[in-house]
């Protein structure tokens, strides 16, 4: 059975996600969305520190070329420093769309990000899937997601998984030279008892790990799709997981308490993967 740990803090996410690993900083952070915070566990001495924020918090993603990062606040892409708290928009493409918010995102190796938007009552297919290039421009390349979620990039880059959590099913996309997607199919559709698919990332032997909300656990998946193993979580709704460490073999796994009185929903969990993982993208602009 692999290691679990409970990150000790003094607070529960209400809904934890974009967990992201800081080689520059030896630490990971990590966002609850709908308490407005961003989280920093140190690896060096397990502190856990945090800033709160002006809107909903989706996610951030670490600067190539300068400190800081570009994070989803609300409904903008940003440019984000802490110490102090400065926030500077790039774009603002959802603004007709006020029910909605930014959920998830990932950089890719050409250092653009690939974000998805949703409504706040995760109850319509208002939601999109948006890429922002280094110029800052963003462009929407899918629409009709209900809960995107990922997506998950391989270092080559010909394709693209994105999750859409309402309907079980994670897609996969050829990406083309151009940053449009083409050719989408159904890569893996959630069995019952499986949870739903959410946050993912992909391993070092091109496997992929999913977060399953609802299901209490991480699974791991074949580069062919099928199930090979799952790890337990002592909460039921699992959201995101990253690799961390300088070794990329530790995995921090977020959760959500928002809704269910579970004594250790809304933690971050250390779990040992047994594999090692890839270093994340930053954004390149």
């Not at 059975?1 to 803090?9: D, F, H, K, P, S």
């Not at 909605?100 to 949703?118: E, H, L, P, T, Y």
Request: with cysteine; glycine share 12%; charged share 25%.
């Amino acid at each position: 059975m692999a290691r679990v740990r409970t990150i000790a803090r003094d607070r529960r996410d209400t809904l934890g996600e974009g967990v992201l690993w800081s080689a520059r900083e030896n630490a990971v952070y990590w966002v609850d969305i709908l308490g407005q915070r961003l989280n920093r566990l140190s690896l060096a001495d397990d502190s856990v520190d945090g800033w709160d924020m002006p809107d909903v918090l989706g996610w951030v993603i670490e600067r190539e070329e300068r400190q800081g990062f570009v994070a989803g606040l609300g409904r903008r892409f940003v440019r984000l420093t802490l110490d102090p708290l400065t926030v500077e928009t790039i774009a603002a493409p959802e603004d007709e769309r006020h029910g909605n918010r930014f959920n998830d995102a990932k950089a890719d190796a050409r250092g653009r990000i690939w974000a998805g938007s949703m409504p706040f009552g995760c109850d319509q297919p208002s939601g999109s899937l948006y890429r922002l290039d280094t110029d800052g421009r963003a462009t929407r390349v899918e629409d009709g997601y209900t809960i995107p979620n990922g997506p998950a990039i391989p270092p080559e880059g010909g394709f693209l998984l994105q999750t859409d959590t309402a309907r079980n099913t994670i897609y996969r996309y050829t990406v083309r030279d151009d940053g449009t997607l083409a050719d989408r199919t159904h890569f893996i559709v959630f069995e019952d008892g499986w949870g739903h698919p959410d946050g993912m990332t992909f391993d070092a032997e091109n496997f992929l790990w999913v977060a399953c909300w609802g299901g209490s656990c991480v699974a791991r998946f074949a580069p062919d799709g099928q199930l090979d193993r799952r790890i337990a979580l002592p909460a039921s709704q699992i959201t995101n997981c990253a690799f961390a460490g300088e070794g990329l073999d530790r995995m921090f796994v977020t959760s959500a308490s928002d809704g269910i009185d579970e004594a250790e929903g809304g933690c971050l969990f250390e779990v040992d993967p047994g594999c090692r993982g890839l270093p994340p993208y930053r954004y390149r602009g």
